[in-house]
T-cell receptor, first 113, second 114 residues
Framework: GAGVSQTPSNKVTEKGKYVELRCDPISGHTALYWYRQSLGQGPEFLIYFQGTGAADDSGLPNDRFFAVRPEGSVSTLKIQRTERGDSAMYLC???????????FGPGTRLTVL | AQSVTQLGSHVSVSEGALVLLRCNYSSSVPPYLFWYVQYPNQGLQLLLKYTSAATLVKGINGFEAEFKKSETSFHLTKPSAHMSDAAEYFCAVNRGSTLGRLYFGRGTQLTVWP
């Protein structure tokens, strides 16, 4: 079956601009996660949704970052006033439930010039 | 606080040699432990996971890992390396107190020489 998909695969933007990153989870998965992976580092947790609600958003670095999942399926990660330090690979994962295996998408590479 | 430590950011082995990638964790509750592999320009793929059943866990592509509570370790091994094993490997823990989020190590880049 179809895995987790993320669009776009690459995004180049200028400092100060607004960006949206999209994640399509595996059908039927109620849990959805966003992680950020900087060069040479492991993924770092950003936010976790159970259904439509954010069950844990403690990893969001500041109020420029926001994520939604209005219908409990597709999720969008939104970054306002982007900074060069936001450049990273943004990974999305989904799972049947919180204790189940997380399946990762291919990621969106964000570059802020 | 650091939850997962991967010793050695780079490991090089010859084709056919033993692969050993080290992972130590810190957790006050019994954890779930995972190894993921990441090939260039791809997302993470699950190799194997430990969920408090058998301490020796077998995964895909001939990899296995052993959970050792006394050493707080979950090292990944493969008896004979193949060129296609060259990738980055991440150890991760999912702690009961914050179920849902994975804590990843920094990763180990495995190079396999012919």
């Amino acid at each position: 079956g179809a895995g987790v998909s993320q669009t776009p695969s690459n995004k180049v933007t200028e400092k100060g601009k607004y960006v949206e990153l999209r994640c399509d989870p595996i059908s039927g998965h109620t849990a959805l996660y966003w992680y950020r992976q900087s060069l040479g580092q492991g993924p770092e947790f950003l936010i976790y949704f159970q259904g439509t609600g954010a069950a844990d958003d403690s990893g969001l670095p500041n109020d420029r970052f926001f994520a939604v999942r209005p219908e409990g399926s597709v999720s969008t990660l939104k970054i306002q006033r982007t900074e060069r330090g936001d450049s990273a690979m943004y990974l999305c994962a989904s799972s049947l439930g919180a204790a189940d295996t997380q399946y990762f998408g291919p990621g969106t590479r964000l570059t802020v010039l | 606080a650091q939850s997962v430590t991967q010793l050695g950011s780079h490991v090089s082995v010859s084709e056919g040699a033993l692969v050993l990638l080290r992972c130590n964790y810190s957790s006050s509750v019994p954890p779930y432990l995972f190894w993921y592999v990441q090939y260039p320009n791809q997302g993470l793929q699950l190799l194997l996971k430990y969920t408090s059943a058998a301490t020796l866990v077998k995964g895909i592509n001939g990899f296995e890992a052993e959970f050792k509570k006394s050493e707080t370790s979950f090292h990944l091994t493969k008896p004979s390396a193949h060129m296609s094993d060259a990738a980055e490997y991440f150890c991760a823990v999912n702690r009961g107190s914050t179920l849902g989020r994975l804590y990843f190590g920094r990763g180990t880049q495995l190079t396999v020489w012919p």
